[in-house]
């Protein structure tokens, strides 16, 4: 399509729906953009993702939530910044990176067993393996959030991996500067009822924690 | 103003620009919003800074630059994720984060001196202490790039910092897993001219290592 199809850099851009998959599993934020008053605002936030649908949720009252729910036009931005590229030149360095841009509609998800599988969305993705561990959503709660959605079906994507790509005759160092995204020593809320004792990291924290580490230290 | 007052959540609200600074410096990345053809796009691009001016570069073939530099108007987000913060419910789930969003419009700059300037800031931003040491910009690259600038006056900070807001009777882990981002072990660029051999890391990419190291394990 006309508005996915890049004009620039065309070799950047992939066409791997692997690669689109990869950018939404690794990234915990997105940026959305939206019009207010026809003008251009971009927030970031959080998301899910089930199949073709990307979902947001937020409050009612919120301009974002609002305009994207009467179907308005919405452009989402997901990045990865895998690496600083150094070359001989300020005209050459770059930036190693993964990034996803959605064009599409938005549409407010009412129907309540979707809307809760959105809200599940949200959090398995932030979160794996915690959600069975919740005190379950209640329809109070369920009621108090907004859910859009917003179809992946318009993107593009695009990346750029490897070394600088020219080499020039001049006493500097090039190369990359890996960039990761790790998870530090989880910081367990005090609480009256523990006394302030500390009880074992449990298992699903860890287990986030470390695959947060793993998936984000694997690519440079 | 109104645009920037926080109609949501105004207690998340920062009015200090020593925020402001903190995000715009510790940022690899901003995520910028405009209208094409009526509807909105956002992109990932990097940037750089002087005094109340935020610098984009970029190809004059560029969607974005074209539009940018126009004197359209433009919104851009700069955002830190900073923790994911576990409570007992979905519902109070929720990040820890530092986000500057920007109003305004652009400007094309083509004064060669701050062209000149813009450009660098943009180079100082991201690998620190570099720039005395690149091959100089020459007048062709200088020319076969577009600087736009966005005035960062009208803006807002929104942060989140600390455990969860909310405690309950549930038997799960509660607290922040902090996220950070860090720099890994330099990768060199594998030349000819150097037989393959490896010389030792210069001292200013290892202090832009360190640096960014520093800088994002700090926080939480």
């Known amino acids: 399509m006309e508005r996915t199809r890049l004009r620039r850099h065309p070799e950047l851009a992939s066409c ?23 003008l251009p605002v971009v927030i970031p936030s959080t998301f899910g993702r089930i199949d073709d649908q990307l979902y947001l949720h937020g409050s009612p009252l919120s301009r974002m939530m609002g305009v994207i729910a009467s179907g308005a036009p919405v452009s989402v931005a997901v990045s990865l910044l895998d690496g600083l590229v150094l070359a001989t030149s300020a005209f050459d360095h770059s930036m190693n990176y993964r990034s996803l841009v959605v064009f599409g509609t938005g549409r407010s998800v009412t129907d309540s067993k979707e809307k809760r599988a959105a809200l599940d969305s949200i959090v398995d993705h932030l979160v794996p393996g915690r959600r069975p561990l919740l005190r379950p959503m209640t329809d109070k709660e369920i009621n108090a959030t907004m859910v859009v959605a917003i179809p992946l079906t318009e993107h593009s994507v695009k990346l750029r991996t490897g070394p600088p790509g020219r080499s020039e005759e001049w ?12 998870a530090g020593d989880p910081i367990q809320a005090v609480s009256d009822r523990d006394g302030g004792s500390t009880p074992p990291l449990p298992d699903q924290v860890a287990e986030v924690v470390r695959s947060l580490n793993e998936e984000n230290t694997s690519a440079s």
Chains 1, 2 share one sequence.
């Open 171 to 182: 006493p500097v160092w090039t190369g990359v500067i890996p960039i990761h995204t790790v």
């Open 16 to 38: 791997d729906t692997e690669d689109m998959d990869e950018i939404l599993q690794e990234s915990l934020l997105c940026h959305v953009a939206f019009l207010d008053d026809g």
